[in-house]
């Protein structure tokens, strides 16, 4: 993954526009990390491979970045974006990394199942 370039993830959310895209979103206050001294339970979510279509997809702030996409009836969001990539399989990952490098928060878009 690398940095994100808002003109990039914006043409990438583009060319996704109106078509049916398999969605990951996950997000999580820790549990990919020990936890701390609070010793308090990590919060999750976790979306996977939920079929959508986006009406409009859009990529807003300075960084880290907040991707919204506005779905027939609401909305998808994930803020504090820090990185992406487009695989050889067109998938578009999206992801926010803490200052170690710990995963915050993932959303992803393919026009196939994303594998288990």
């Not at 690398?2 to 398999?22: F, G, S, T």
């Given at each position: 993954m690398?940095?994100i370039?808002p003109k990039?993830v ?8 109106r ?13 990919y ?8 339970q990590?919060?999750?979510?976790y ?9 409009r997809?859009?990529?807003t ?6 991707v ?6 609401g ?5 504090g ?5 487009v ?5 578009l ?24």
């Amino acid at each position: 993954m690398r940095p994100i370039e808002p003109k990039e993830v914006q043409a990438e959310l583009d060319a996704r526009l109106r078509r049916d895209v398999y969605l990951h979103l996950e997000t999580t206050t820790g549990s990919y990390t020990a936890l701390g001294p609070e010793k308090t339970q990590p919060v999750i979510a976790y979306v996977r491979n939920a079929l959508v279509r986006y009406e409009r997809g859009r990529i807003t702030g300075e960084g880290p970045y907040r991707v919204g996409l506005k779905l027939s009836g609401g909305w998808v969001y994930a803020q504090g974006l820090t990185d992406f990539e487009v695989t050889e399989r067109a998938e578009l990952l999206l992801a926010g990394h803490d200052h170690e490098g710990n995963l915050r928060v993932a959303l992803q878009l393919s026009v196939r199942p994303f594998r288990e």
